[in-house]
């Protein structure tokens, strides 16, 4: 599956955005998916997952109630909303497929997309 993400940009401190994650392929429903992020200078991080049939999912401890995980498999994209965003949210925002239910390692995905860069400013 080929990922492309969309909707990052610049936003001021307790603003919103929403970023979109578009998949190709007729077998998105059968992937869990998932938000990462990546700060300048830190590792990559996960940040939200949902199972694929959305039934499930879950939150990194900084972004729960802020963030929420979203699929529409028909459409096959993937959501992340994010509300209140502070300057510590600040990185590129990047999706990711997995194919166990639910994963918040790295190293159980498979395939990623390209990034979408978040900038908070305080």
């Known amino acids: 599956v080929q990922l492309v993400e969309s909707g990052g940009g610049l936003v001021q401190a307790g603003g919103s955005l929403r970023l979109s994650c578009a998949a190709s392929?007729?077998?998105?429903?059968?992937?869990?998916m998932g938000w990462f992020r990546q700060a300048p200078g830190k590792e990559r991080e996960f940040v939200a997952v949902i199972s694929g049939s959305g039934g499930t999912t879950r939150y990194a401890d900084s972004v729960k109630g802020r963030f929420t995980v979203s699929r529409d498999n028909a459409e096959n994209t993937v959501y992340l909303q994010m509300n209140s965003l502070k300057p510590e949210d600040t990185a590129v925002y990047y999706c990711a497929a997995t194919t166990a239910t639910i994963a918040t390692s790295r190293i159980s995905y498979i395939n990623w997309g390209q990034g979408t860069q978040v900038t908070v400013s305080s």
């Open positions: 392929g007729r077998t998105f429903s059968r992937y869990g």
